[in-house]
């Protein structure tokens, strides 16, 4: 990891005591919502060249590309994370790491997956993020990120540490500024829970 922030220490230690019950809830492709797969899957279908999976928590989206035929590694802040990734997947490369790290080359990715993995960050320390992004993904590279729509900024009580809502505009700008050009994006409603969105962006 390229630094050690309040921040990450925080949600590092957050996911790290829920790690088990979280891999449990959420760990399995199967439980994860059809429109998420399709998304994803035809995403990862026009990427050309390695996917960084950032925030791949159990490591069940790493292990979809990878399925799909896709170079694929996952990188997570949490070890608890990553040693069972490691574990349940073993033909697939984790590490501890974040998007900030130094061993990321610069523009060696073909694309990045950040699913629901930069809801936590600040409305500070998000376009350093998306800036990090941007450098490890080589020109024309793909970005597909998911989050929950609302409120710019604003920060709400998620069960494991606060997280931040943002709009597809919001989002968009943030994304132009570190250098993307968005694609396309998407954004739904469900009964009884946070209203979702995700945005895919080429690298310009």
């Known amino acids: 990891m390229a630094d050690d922030s309040g ?30 797969r399709e998304r994803i899957g035809r995403w990862a279908d026009g990427v050309d060249g390695r996917i960084l999976d950032a925030g791949c928590g159990p490591g069940h989206w790493t292990a979809f590309l990878a399925d799909r035929g896709a170079d ?6 949490v070890p608890e994370f990553v040693a ?3 574990a349940r997947f073993p033909q697939i490369p984790y590490r501890v790491a974040s998007l900030t790290d130094a061993a990321i080359s610069a523009g060696s990715l073909g694309g990045v997956l950040a699913w629901y993995s930069l809801i936590h960050a600040s409305p500070d320390e998000l376009p350093l993020l998306l800036t990090a992004a941007r450098r490890s993904i080589r020109d024309g590279g793909r970005l597909l990120i998911g989050f929950f729509d609302g409120p710019d900024g604003e920060p709400f009580p998620h069960a494991v540490t606060t997280a931040h809502y943002w709009s597809v505009d919001g989002m968009s700008t943030l994304l132009e500024r570190a250098g993307f050009s968005v694609i396309d994006s998407d954004a739904r409603a469900q009964d009884g829970r946070r209203p979702h969105a995700s945005i895919s962006a080429v690298a310009v």
């Open 72 to 77: 694929a590694e996952g990188i997570d802040l």
């Open 7 to 36: 921040s990450d220490t925080r949600i590092r230690d957050g996911y790290a005591a829920r790690a088990c019950e979280y891999t449990e809830l959420f760990g399995d492709i199967g439980q994860m919502d059809d429109v998420d």
């Open 84 to 86: 069972g990734a490691s």
